[in-house]
T-cell receptor
């Protein structure tokens, strides 16, 4: 069975600084997708970034980038130039498309607070 | 339209009440999901509908009854709930098979059972 681990329950960062959130996962599959979702106090889950396992290039979306290490089964999220609006709960998620269920396995989350 | 709309945003119901949660999307997504989320926890999958057919029921108690009347609409019917069912209920949709698999989530219904 697949598992996703986020070992940092809470983190804080100064505005404009860079922060990295860690995520590790366990799977025997070769084809899968990884995601980072952000859930601010407004509670809507927002897709931040996605990575396809067969792509070696790390995904980037503006200030957000990932460090995808497939052999190590690691998928960390780097937030550059942190902004107050980045304050949120961040969930790492795994999905195996060949299962046919499109079901996510979520990590337990990291609560990030950006300090002014 | 790139949104998933959930109504109501807040709901308080008694343990003997019957109520329904509604979820709507017009993105042409053919997979829709119900998740339950307790405070400071990740979402837990309840049901998956794929092409309007129930494909996953994660052993959810029968007091929760999902319904997918068409490809744009997903309902969750609630009856005889318990206080421990109080949670944020999230709906999501996705379009599988296009190499995407990213969900679009609604903003949720905050349910309180009294």
């Amino acid at each position: 069975a697949q598992t996703v681990t986020q070992s940092q329950p809470e983190m804080s960062v100064q505005e404009a600084e860079t922060v990295t959130l860690s995520c590790t996962y366990d799977t025997s599959e070769n084809n899968y997708y990884l995601f980072w979702y952000k859930q601010p106090p407004s509670r809507q889950m927002i897709l931040v970034i996605r990575q396809e396992a067969y792509k070696q290039q790390n995904a980037t979306e503006n200030r957000f980038s990932v460090n995808f290490q497939k052999a190590a089964k690691s998928f960390s999220l780097k937030i550059s130039d942190s902004q107050l609006g980045d304050t949120a709960m961040y969930f790492c998620a795994f999905m195996n498309p060949t299962s046919g269920t499109y079901k996510y396995i979520f990590g337990t989350g990291t609560r990030l607070k950006v300090l002014a | 339209d790139t949104e998933v709309t959930q109504t109501p945003k807040h709901l308080v119901m008694g343990m003997t009440n019957k109520k329904s949660l509604k979820c709507e999307q017009h993105m042409g997504h053919r997979a829709m999901y119900w998740y339950k989320q307790k405070a400071k926890k990740p979402p837990e999958l309840m049901f998956v509908y794929s092409y309007e057919k129930l494909s996953i029921n994660e052993s959810v108690p029968s007091r929760f009854s999902p319904e997918c009347p068409n490809s744009s609409l997903l309902n969750l019917h609630l009856h005889a709930l318990q206080p421990e069912d109080s949670a944020l209920y999230l709906c999501a949709s996705s379009q599988p098979g296009r190499g995407n698999y990213g969900y679009t989530f609604g903003s949720g219904t905050r349910l309180t059972v009294v």
